[in-house]
C-alpha cells in the first residue's frame, strides 16, 4: 500500500484554502491538513473537510455519451469530437455561445474563449460570475479602474471597523471570518448588516437588520451623517478623489436623512448614526460584501456605493481597509481574470478596441478572430433562446448547471430545449447535461494540473493527484482536442497546462510576471508585471487604476427592486446559501459527511409572519411567485426580521430558482436573486 500527500487548493468557494489530498494505491481517500497553506494556515471549514467525498462517486460521467431517439448512448471520443465539429461548423458564429466556468481552472477558462473567439468566431462567451458578481466588476471598474477586491484576506485583521453589508461571511467563507475575529480581538468594532440575523451577524458589535433591496439608501444615509459632522477625509478626497461635489449634492438631500433611511430600511436611527460613527472614526475601517449587494437590479449601484463610502472615509490603499468583495465560486475571479466574459479578452481587454483585436490576432497567429462586438451575456442568451428561437441554435457549457442556478427556471428550460444542438461537458450528469446531445465526461480538480485565483487576486496551484475515471479527461485538454479536430492545431498545440498558463502570462498583463515556479508554494496576488515583481496584496496605494489615478465618486439614487410586495404577493423573497452545501449541490450532495447535515432545504419565515399565516415549524407550505411554486418545509424563526423570507438554494427538490426572476442590473445584466415578492401558503389536505 502507498500513500502521498498531494498540496492542493479547495474547489468551493472563492478563499483559496490549501489541504492536502491524501492518496492510497492511487486514489483520493482523504483531506489532510496543509499547515503552512498561505491563506488558511491548516484550518478547513466543513465543505474543504471533505473535499474529497464526491471525487470517487459511483455516478461521475466515464465516457462520452451522445443523445439518439431521446436516450444517451456511450461514443467514442472521436465520434463526439466529429459529431461537435460538424455541428458547430454548420452554423454561423452569431448562432452559437459558450458558457464557461468558475469551477475549472484558468488554463481552462482561457482556452474556453479562446476556442469560442478562434475556433467558433463567435463573440457569445460568458460564465457564472454574472450571476453573482458582474455588478462587482463593472462597478469598481467605474470607480476605481479595477473591479476587484482591493485588499488581502489577512489584511482585514488589522481593521479597527470591520462593516460587513450583504455577506454571511460566517457561514459562505469561514476562513476569511477568521480575520474578522482578529479584527475584533485587536480592538476593532464588527457591524452587520442583513436581514436575517445569521451567524455572522450573531459576532456583530452592531447587527443592522434591514429589507433586502435598500442598501444604496443606507449607504447614503450613512455618508450624509459622516459629512453633516465633519467626518469626511478631506484631504483623501482632494488629493486622491473627483466629482465630490456631484456626489454630496445627492447624498445630502433629505431623502437620506437618517429618519428617512430607517423607515425605508427598517434600522433604527440610533444605529445607523452608531454605524456611520465607527466607520468615519476608526484609525482604519474595512467593508466586505457578497452577492447581497450583487444581486440585485441595482447591483453596480450598490457595488459603486459601497465604494463612495470607502473613499469618503479615506479607507484605500491602505493594511485593514478597502473594498472587500468575497467572490463565490473558488475561480471566479480567475475566470473573469481569463476573459470568459463577452466584452473582454483576458485581462480585461476590451474586444471592441482594435489595438487589443490586433494584439490578439498576432498572439493567436490568426487572421481573424470573433467580431469585435460585445456578446451575449449568460441572462441574455438565455433571453434570446426562449424569445426569439432560432436566433441562437447551439451552446458549449463546460461545468455550469443552469438548470438550477439561473433565475426563473421554467423560462431557463424553455430556452435550452429550443436550441438544435447542446454541449455539455462536466463531471456528472447534471440537470442541464440531462438536455444535451452530447455529453463529455470531464475530470474534476484532484485530477488535473492547474491554477485559479482566489477573492484576493492570489493565483494558486492546483496539483493532480489521482488519474480521471474512464475515459474522463481535463477540460483543457478535451478544449485542445477540439480545436485541433476544427482545424487550429498550432492555436491549441498544448501539451500541458503549464504550456497554457505560459501564453496567459504572455497575453494578460498583470500575470506577466507569473510561472508555475513562482506561483509554489503560496501564490502571487496579481497584478504582478515582471519575473521579479512580488505581487501586489493591496491595491491603489497612492493611485488608481484610471488614467489620472483617481477615484470617482459616483451620485446614486436609491430605487426600489424590480418587484415589490403588493396584496397578492406580499412577501419580499430573498435567496442564499448554508454552510453545508454549495450551488447546485452537484459535489455537496455527493459528499455525505456534508449531506446528512443538510439533505433538505426550508423557507425561513419569521415567527409573527407564521402565526399570522398559522404556519407550524417543519409544516410543508407551497411558496408562489408569478413564476412558479414550490412545496417547502417552513422554519419558523425569530432570526429573519418581518416581510422577508428565505430560501436556500441548493435543493432540486424545491429549487428556489423556479421562484426568482430574471429582472436584470442594466449594466452587469446580473439577475434580482436577492428581492423578489412571494406569497406563503398551508397546503390544505384533500
Partial sequence: MEIKY???????CGTGCGFNLVVRDGKVFDVAHWQRAPVNGGKLCPKGRYAHEFINSPDRLTKPLIKKDGKFVEATWDEAYDLIAEKFGSYKPDEIACLSSARTSNEENYLMQKFARVALKTPHVDHCARLCHASTVAGLAAV???????????????????????????????????SIIRAREGGGKVIVADPRLTPTAKQADLYMPFVSGTDVAILNGLMQEIIKNGREDKEFIANRTKDFENLKEVVMKDDYSLENVSKVSGIPVESLRTAAEWIATADVAALIYSMGITQHTVGVDNVKSTANLMMLTGNMGKPGGGVNPLRGQNNVQGACDMGALPNVYSGYQKVTDEAAQKKMK????????????VGYTVTEMVNVLADEPGKLKA???MGENPMLSDPDLHHVEEGLRNLEFLVVQDIFMSETAELADVVLPAACYAEKDGTQTNTERRVQRWKKAQDPPGEAKPDWQILCELGKKMGYEKQFAFESPEAVFEEVAAVTPSYHGMSYARLDPDGLHWPCPTEEHPGTPILHRERFAMPDG???FSPI???????????????????????????????TRRSWSLEKEAPIGWIEINSEDAKELGI???????????RGSVEIPARVTSEIIRGVMFIP????????????????????KIPEYKACAVKVEKIEEV
Fill in 395 to 397: 451552446m458549449y457549457i
Fill in 649 to 668: 438554494f441548493h435543493y432540486k427538490e424545491h429549487p428556489a430558482n423556479r421562484l426568482t426572476h430574471n429582472a436584470l442590473d442594466p449594466v452587469a
Fill in 144 to 178: 476605481f479602474g479595477s473591479g476587484a477586491m482591493t485588499n488581502s484576506i489577512m489584511d482585514i485583521a488589522e481593521s479597527k471597523c470591520v462593516f460587513v453589508l450583504g455577506s454571511n461571511t460566517f457561514e459562505q467563507h469561514p476562513l476569511i471570518a477568521r
Fill in 616 to 626: 407550524e415549524d417543519d409544516e410543508f407550505v407551497r411558496a408562489s411567485t408569478r
Fill in 362 to 373: 498576432e498572439l493567436w497567429g490568426v487572421d481573424e478572430l470573433a467580431e469585435g462586438k
Fill in 557 to 587: 439614487e436609491w430605487k426600489p427592486p424590480a418587484e415589490v410586495p403588493d396584496d397578492e404577493y406580499p412577501y419580499v423573497l430573498t435567496t442564499g446559501r448554508t454552510l453545508w452545501q454549495w450551488h447546485t449541490g452537484t459535489m
Fill in 6 to 12: 498531494v498540496s492542493t487548493t479547495c474547489p468551493y
Fill in 550 to 552: 483617481l477615484g470617482v
